[in-house]
């Protein structure tokens, strides 16, 4: 059982960049980031597949967002620049057993507490 950490959320304001990190307790496969805004469904966010090859982005923040990953400290990162009032949300780092990135939450088996991210207009 992995057990995952994030970190780094906070509140800024319109136009400034947050780097969220999620520490692993062990070695991961393909890594992914989620997002809940208030009211609405988690969603996904940037996906990175285990050799960091491929990533994969939702239409909203391509270009914003950049995820990568270190795996010598079993590590998984999302720079956040630019950011939105709609990116405010609780963000979730999650891991799952497998080496293909893929959007869907159901195929990720573990899953961070959360970081709130607030983004004030």
């Known amino acids: 059982q992995v057990q995952l950490v994030e970190s780094g959320g906070g509140l800024v304001q319109a136009g400034d960049s947050l780097k969220l990190s999620c520490a692993a307790s062990?070695?991961?496969?393909?890594m992914g980031w989620f997002r809940q805004a208030p009211g609405k469904e988690r969603e996904f966010v940037a996906g990175?597949?285990?050799?960091?090859?491929?990533?994969d982005y939702a239409d909203s923040v391509t270009g914003r967002f950049t995820i990568s990953r270190d795996d010598a400290k079993n590590m998984v990162y999302l720079q956040m620049n630019s950011l939105k009032p709609d990116d405010t949300a609780v963000y979730f780092c999650?891991?799952?057993?497998?080496?293909?990135?893929?959007?869907?939450?159901?195929?990720?088996?573990?899953w961070g507490q959360g970081t709130r991210v607030t983004v004030s207009s």
């Open positions: 999650a891991g799952r057993r497998n080496s293909y990135l893929v959007r869907t939450q159901g195929f990720y088996e573990y």
């Open positions: 062990g070695p991961t496969f393909a």
């Open positions: 990175i597949s285990r050799s960091g090859d491929t990533v």
